[in-house]
């Protein structure tokens, strides 16, 4: 029998809706304390706001925007036992207001790691292949390291200087070591060997140049790390074809979470989630790199299915399934897929 690595993936990653009271709000049944949270207003036009126990609460980065690290005491105040406390601030709490966070186990505040060339505070969650990494970059050419505690390499690796105004990095596997993505804008994938030193990470090691993303000299950055398991995480590509009757993108789980983006074209990037869209077809997405308000029109450009073994693309549009381009991906899973191996797996379950 090939069993998945993870049966219960509700224990590492979990995505939590609320309604802000604009005063202290315990937000709970997350299922565990997470270390990493992203929220997003739904109901309104408003930033991205990511929190990490590496970095302490009330500490946030707007994915949607190239700036430095806020500090906001009536952010989120609190990380608990099985969610989060958020205060009045408008990214994360305004009164009536509907908001959605995604939310993942780490390892609590970390510990330190000296094994790399640049030194790092490393939270890691080798079960489930995530890790938040802190460091202090030292702005020299070459092949800089910095360990980041999964035991397997990352497949993919998002990256924010905490201290100045610097687009996000974003490492993939999909498009390889020699190219990145930015998480807080529209491009193409770009060439740059000072990004990565062409060096794709192993299994202790991230690798980095002397772009100011993710190694200026004296800058505090953070990397969010993840490794693919079985069961509860997939970090892929697929060639889109332009139809409504769109690429199926085999997972092995039923998807909680997608991450989209044309590596090839200027596209937003694009989140769906099974709690914001509990059944087939799915549209209602937010953007990464962009402070709008969800999308509540289901008008035929957005729309994806999340299956039983994967997800499939019911759009035809540019930014989820161009014609003949490299879209990476992304995925959580809510629940696993167990199977004999070699047994047939539907493509069309819903």
């Known amino acids: 029998m090939a069993y998945a690595a993870i049966t219960k993936p509700g224990l590492h990653f979990n995505t939590k809706l609320y309604t802000g009271t604009g005063s202290s709000n315990a937000i709970t049944g997350v299922g565990f304390q997470p270390d990493f949270t992203w929220i997003k207003k739904r109901s309104g036009t408003e930033n991205h706001a990511l929190f990490d126990a590496v970095r302490g609460v009330t500490k946030y ?24 406390t958020v205060v009045s601030s408008g990214k994360t709490n305004t009164n009536s207001a509907t908001y959605v966070s995604w939310n993942w186990k780490a390892n609590g ?70 190219k990145n ?23 202790t090691l991230l690798n980095v140049n002397d772009s100011v993303g993710v190694n200026e000299s004296g800058d505090n950055h953070i990397a969010y790390c993840f490794a693919e398991k ?15 009757d769109g690429t199926f993108v085999y997972t092995g789980f039923k998807p909680a979470l997608v991450i989209f983006k044309n590596s090839e ?6 989140m769906y989630d099974n709690k ?55 995925a959580f899973a809510s629940n696993p897929l167990v199977a004999n191996v070699g047994a047939s797996i539907p493509t069309t379950a819903r």
């Open 61 to 84: 980065i707007k994915s949607d925007e190239n700036a430095s690290e806020v500090t906001e005491a009536t952010s989120l105040s609190a990380f608990g036992t099985d969610g989060f």
């Open 109 to 178: 505040a970390g510990s330190a790691d000296t094994s790399g060339t640049i030194n790092s505070t490393v939270s890691a969650n080798t079960t489930a292949g995530f890790s938040v990494v802190k460091y202090v970059g030292d702005g020299t050419g070459g092949n800089n390291t910095i360990a980041h505690g999964l035991g397997v390499a990352p497949d993919c690796v998002i990256y924010k200087n905490l201290d100045s105004a610097r687009n996000w990095i974003v490492y993939h596997k999909g498009i390889g070591a020699t």
């Open 181 to 203: 993505l930015y998480l807080d804008l529209t491009n193409a994938a770009n060439t740059a060997s000072n990004t990565f030193n062409n060096v794709a990470p192993t299994s």
């Open 230 to 244: 079985k069961g509860f995480s997939k970090f892929g590509s697929y060639t889109g074809n332009a139809s409504t």
């Open 265 to 270: 074209a200027a596209e937003h990037w694009r």
């Open 276 to 330: 914001r869209d509990v059944s087939n077809q799915m549209f209602r997405n937010l953007l990464p790199n962009h402070a709008s308000a969800e999308n509540t029109t289901d008008n035929g450009s957005e729309e994806i299915d999340f299956l039983a073994n994967g997800f499939k693309l019911r759009s035809s549009a540019q930014q989820l399934n161009g014609n003949g381009q490299k879209l990476i991906y992304m």
